[in-house]
């Protein structure tokens, strides 16, 4: 099978962009290249750790190269991704010492989700959005936030293939917003065969249809009275604030930008994912 | 055979509160569902019920759903099953919302109460109205209802089964004078100490 060896992470929020730089060939091994990236948040911290989960669990060798830029270097240790891949990567830099101070109703840091914390993380992040946000604001970003950790744990398998949550509120002083973003990454079952799982889905045939299924009301891979998650999590981020959602899985990725109404753009893209990937920013209007 | 109308001032109380402020998961409703049974069950609570959400300040629409969508899917299935008086209390405007998405989806419908009374949660205007008559009725039979809202009496016994199933209303059953039974309805009063909301 060939597998991604090289995972170029450049520049700001590569992960956010529709194609991720990889190379691909067949070996034992995953780098995880991350010296030239200038910023990084949520979404590139969470998939670090479940890339490096992932690919450890199928027995390969796992490189995290670190930032040059001392203050994402700094950025990645503090958010706990050097610590989560000490045990099964090489991690290739300068480390510094930190001090810790404690920033829970700012941020919280790459967390393995299982269905065991999912509620206390979720309650984490209710109050970090209460503390930080206006109460509208907090709330749907809690909404959204609960749907897509439910999902994590109930068709994402987490805790048995790994996956991985974080979070950062910001004051706004630079972007005049207040927002808090949210990631959440599982290499679970991937919203494509999760969806067929249900017959009445059985003709979806790819990850990009699958993505646009997913986020109709009612769409669901289980044959019960389900599948409003997504739809939910829009519905409450359209009602508190504005927000935009970014979701991959497969070989597609889907973004909706949520003010007044929702504009969703679904794609194929060249490197597939395991998984599912979910990616959550909620601002105050 | 006539029952007992429940002591308002003596509900059964359910405290939700107990699973968090910020209530997410769908596991977690399974487990505040099965504990709410087992409370019912415990107090063999046959009169009024009060899942109270004090102090929650929000729960996810799926948690809302996994809970009480269920439980109110549970209880629509046997208009006899105790408890006779089921009251959502201290619920703030997000769970509301909640409550309402939840419900509607399931096509049923919820009694709520607060300082200003008992009221429908997920209700058409249909239902709204029917309850409405009802609270003022006082202690009514089908074809009062039917007379007060012109409508046919079987037109009003099917609304009345929808609130009776959702424990919204108490109904008592009696032997009719000429024989066979009957049913009079009455809707409930809010319980006497009602909690703030979060």
């Known amino acids: ?285 | 055979m006539t029952q007992v109308k429940p002591d308002p001032a003596l509900p059964t109380t359910y405290a939700v509160r107990r699973h968090g402020t910020f209530l997410a998961t769908r596991a977690l409703a399974k487990t505040a569902l099965r504990e709410l049974e087992d409370t019912l069950a415990a107090a063999t609570a046959d009169g009024t019920v009060a899942i109270d959400f004090t102090g929650v300040v929000a729960m996810s629409i799926s948690f809302a759903d996994e809970f009480l969508g269920r439980y109110y899917g549970m209880l629509s299935t046997s208009l006899d099953a105790p408890p006779a008086v089921v009251l959502l209390t201290g619920l703030n405007d997000d769970n509301f919302e909640s409550m309402t998405v939840c419900l509607q989806r399931r096509e049923l419908v919820a009694a709520m109460a607060n300082a200003e009374g008992v009221r429908l949660v997920g209700a058409p205007a249909v239902l709204n109205q029917t309850y409405h008559a009802a609270g003022d009725l006082g202690r009514f039979t089908a074809v009062h209802l039917a007379d007060r809202l012109g409508i046919s009496a079987p037109n009003a016994n099917n609304r009345l089964k929808r609130l009776v199933a959702a424990r919204a209303l108490i109904r008592h059953r009696r032997v009719a004078e000429r024989g066979g039974k009957e049913f009079s309805y009455e809707t409930p009063s809010p319980p006497a100490a009602m909690p703030s909301v979060a």
């Open chain 1, 1 to 285: 099978m060939l597998d991604v060896v090289l995972i170029d992470l450049s520049g700001r929020h590569p992960l956010l962009r529709s194609e991720i730089s990889a190379s691909f060939i067949d070996s034992d091994q995953l780098v995880l290249d991350a010296r030239r990236l200038r910023f990084a948040g949520p979404q590139e911290l969470t998939a670090i750790v479940t890339l490096a989960s992932s690919a450890s669990t199928d027995g390969r060798d796992v490189v995290l190269r670190m930032p040059d830029d001392e203050d994402v270097a700094s950025y990645l240790q503090r958010m706990n991704v050097v610590d989560l891949l000490a045990p099964i990567a090489t991690i290739d830099g300068t480390l510094t010492s930190q001090r810790r101070v404690d920033c829970s109703t700012k941020l919280l840091e790459v967390t393995a989700l299982s269905p065991g914390n999912a509620d206390s993380i979720a309650e984490s992040l209710g109050r970090m959005g209460e503390s930080q946000l206006s109460n509208r604001t907090a709330m749907a970003a809690f909404h959204g936030i609960a749907e897509l950790i439910d999902n994590a744990v109930t068709h994402g398998r987490a805790g048995s293939s790994g996956a991985f949550v974080a979070a950062q509120a910001y004051s706004g002083l630079t972007s005049k917003r207040p927002g808090l973003e949210f990631a959440v990454c599982d290499a679970g079952i991937g919203v494509l065969p999760h969806l067929r799982q249900n017959p009445t889905n059985a003709y979806i045939a790819d990850d990009e249809t699958a993505l646009r299924r997913a986020l109709v009301a009612g769409v669901t891979g289980t044959q019960q009275m389900r599948g409003y998650g997504l739809s939910d999590l829009l519905d409450a981020t359209r009602r508190g604030g504005v927000g935009r959602l970014v979701l991959r899985s497969g070989s597609a990725i889907a973004s909706v930008v949520v003010r007044q109404k929702r504009i969703i753009t679904c794609r194929n893209v060249t490197t597939p994912i395991r998984g599912a990937w979910a990616w959550l920013r909620v601002r105050v209007p």
